[in-house]
T-cell receptor, first 116, second 115 residues
Framework: AQTVTQSQPEMSVQEAETVTLSCTYDTSESDYYLFWYKQPPSRQMILVIR??????QNATENRFSVNFQKAAKSFSLKISDSQLGDAAMYFCAYRRGGTSYGKLTFGQGTILTVHP | DVKVTQSSRYLVKRTGEKVFLECVQD?????MFWYRQDPGLGLRLIYF???????EKGDIPEGYSVSREKKERFSLILESASTNQTSMYLCASSSPGQGALDGYTFGSGTRLTVV
């Protein structure tokens, strides 16, 4: 079974600084997707960024980027120029490719605090 | 613009009650999911459905059942609520195939307290 581990229960960052959230996963599959979701206090989960395993290039979405290390099974999220609105719970998630019905396996979550 | 709607934001039920959590999506998604979210444990899959009347157990199905009579609606049923089922429940939907890149669309959660 696939597992996803976020070893940082809480992180904090100063506004305008950069922070990196860690995620490791375990799988024997070669075809899969990785995601970072954000859950603000409103509880509405928002997709931040995604990465296809077959792509070597790291995904980037504006201030959010990932460091995808396939051999090490590591998928960290870097938030640059942190803003107060980035404060939230962040979840790393794994999805197997193919006909897996889209089940996502989530990590434990990391609470990010942004200090003004 | 709401796409996945969970019927209750907060719910308080008594031990032993039968509890229904409702989820409706308007995106014509084939796949629907129920997760529970607990501190330090993240989200854990309870049940999912990939078609009307089809369901599959997730990682923690004990004490729960589901119903999907129509494509847009996926209900989670707690047959006899217990205090260890106090949690946040999240519903989500997705499309198969290319929809994998889009991840899930989530509801805003139901915080259930069983007393």
């Amino acid at each position: 079974a696939q597992t996803v581990t976020q070893s940082q229960p809480e992180m904090s960052v100063q506004e305008a600084e950069t922070v990196t959230l860690s995620c490791t996963y375990d799988t024997s599959e070669s075809d899969y997707y990785l995601f970072w979701y954000k859950q603000p206090p409103s509880r509405q989960m928002i997709l931040v960024i995604r990465q296809e395993a077959y792509k070597q290039q790291n995904a980037t979405e504006n201030r959010f980027s990932v460091n995808f290390q396939k051999a090490a099974k590591s998928f960290s999220l870097k938030i640059s120029d942190s803003q107060l609105g980035d404060a939230a719970m962040y979840f790393c998630a794994y999805r197997r490719g193919g006909t897996s019905y889209g089940k996502l396996t989530f990590g434990q979550g990391t609470i990010l605090t942004v200090h003004p | 613009d709401v796409k996945v709607t969970q019927s209750s934001r907060y719910l308080v039920k008594r031990t032993g009650e039968k509890v229904f959590l409702e989820c409706v999506q308007d995106m014509d998604h084939e796949n629907m999911f129920w997760y529970r979210q607990d501190p330090g444990l993240g989200l854990r899959l309870i049940y999912f459905s990939y078609d009307v009347k089809m369901k599959e157990k997730g990682d923690i199905p004990e004490g729960y059942s589901v119903s999907r009579e129509k494509k847009e609606r996926f209900s989670l049923i707690l047959e006899s609520a217990s205090t260890n089922q106090t949690s946040m429940y999240l519903c989500a939907s997705s499309s198969p195939g290319q929809g994998a890149l889009d991840g899930y669309t989530f509801g805003s959660g139901t915080r259930l307290t069983v007393v």
